[in-house]
């Protein structure tokens, strides 16, 4: 079975200093690996995702993630975090065995921005 | 591109009515769409994935009777809360995979439901 787990339900930075966001999953086979991030009362919107290729993955507004396959995570950075940058963060993994057909979603990460 | 909408965006009802909420994929075809239901501070349960042209597959403990989902075409699908009770109320959001593109699942901007 496949799970994830978002080790920090809530983060707070101050403007302009680092952001980690960690997540570790379990799963069965090479999963896919995806960050998206939702904003109050708002649909999620796609960060950036892992499907086997490079082991860095770039995403949007300056997010990056890698994948540790020895320590299974996938965790989330952004060198100088912004104001509108406050919201929640779901890690997800997709089942390589099952075609994306279930997405398991993360318990998410509240992330504050101060300023 | 990969635009999901949902319509409406909020909607407020009576006990004992029913709400349909659509999904449509604006610019990609969508042969599965998937229905989620978030309660605040939670994160999203899965409640159905709905395939174009057959029926839904539902997620145990959602009851298709109540959730009615069609997905009739490559870029349409649709939820219809039947006899909604305040029980009910939740941010309903559904996601549609491009049936050309992978895994990957673009999300809508979410429906909020509140029955009275």
């Known amino acids: 079975a496949q799970s994830v787990t978002q080790l920090d339900s809530h983060v707070s930075v101050s403007e302009g200093t680092p952001v980690l966001l960690r997540c570790n999953y379990s799963?069965?086979?090479?999963?896919?690996l995806f960050w998206y991030v939702q904003h109050p009362n708002k649909g999620l919107q796609l960060l950036l995702k892992?499907?086997?290729?490079?082991?860095l993955v770039k995403g949007i507004n300056g997010f990056e993630a890698e994948f540790k396959k020895s320590e299974t995570s996938f965790h989330l950075t952004k060198p100088s975090a912004h104001m509108s940058d406050a919201a929640e963060y779901f890690c997800?993994?997709?089942?390589?065995?099952?075609?994306?057909?279930?997405?398991?979603f993360g318990p998410g990460t509240r992330l504050s921005v101060l300023p | 591109g990969a635009v999901v909408s949902q319509h409406p965006s909020w909607v407020i009802c009576k006990s004992g009515t029913s709400v349909k909420i659509e999904c449509r994929s604006l610019?990609?075809?969508?042969?599965?769409m998937f229905w989620y239901r978030q309660f605040p501070k939670q994160s999203l349960m899965l409640m159905a994935t709905?395939?174009?042209?057959?029926?839904?597959?539902?997620e145990q403990g959602v009851e298709k009777d109540k959730f009615l989902i069609n997905h009739a075409s490559l870029t349409l699908s649709t939820l219809t809360v039947t006899s909604a009770h305040p029980e009910d109320s939740s941010f309903y959001i559904c996601?549609?995979?491009?049936?050309?593109?992978?895994?990957?699942?673009?999300f809508g901007p979410g429906t909020r439901l509140l029955v009275l």
């Open positions: 996601s549609a995979r491009d049936s050309f593109g992978g895994e990957t699942q673009y």
């Open positions: 799963s069965s086979y090479s999963p896919s």
């Open positions: 610019d990609f075809q969508a042969t599965t």
């Open positions: 892992y499907t086997s290729a490079a082991t």
């Open positions: 709905s395939n174009e042209g057959s029926k839904a597959t539902y």
């Open positions: 997800v993994v997709s089942p390589w065995d099952n075609y994306g057909q279930n997405f398991v």
